[in-house]
């Protein structure tokens, strides 16, 4: 996806995976979007990162705690690693990775600090605007 000359979006259709890199250059930065099955392009991904700066996303749905009065969303719950960087938006490059949880349209800084507890972590840093 790129930016026309009247900030439109201007899509076109890359083989990224048939293309040389010498092409792809050409085209930088892209923003790639693709359903893939979890687990057979992370490594790879990574590894052809390098010192680069990108992210990967994964979108679902957190389960509803209504005790709570916590509800899923499958437009904003997901989860982000932006690699070398430390912002959702991911503007400046970092040495560091960082983790996002997105819980829905607004956030929810105790859902959460809630779901960061049950993997054993805590939320770190202030709350980001995400996707």
Known sequence: ?????????????LDV?????????????????GDVPR???EERFVSALGQGMAAIDWHGMWPDEPEADH???AKYDGV???????NAQWDRW???????????????L???????AHIGSKVLGEPQIGW
């Not at 982000?80 to 430390?86: I, R």
């Not at 970092?94 to 929810?108: A, L, P």
């Open 71 to 73: 509800y899923g969303s």
């Open 80 to 86: 982000q690693v932006v690699f070398h960087g430390d």
């Open 17 to 33: 995976t048939a293309t040389d890199d010498a092409t792809l250059e050409q085209h930088l930065p892209l923003d790639l979007m």
């Open 39 to 41: 687990g057979s392009v």
């Open 110 to 116: 105790p859902r959460a600090q809630k779901l960061a």
């Open 1 to 13: 996806m790129r930016t026309g000359p009247a900030g439109e979006y201007v899509w076109f259709d």
């Open 94 to 108: 970092t040495d560091h990775h960082t983790v996002f949880v997105h819980v829905g349209k607004f956030g929810d």
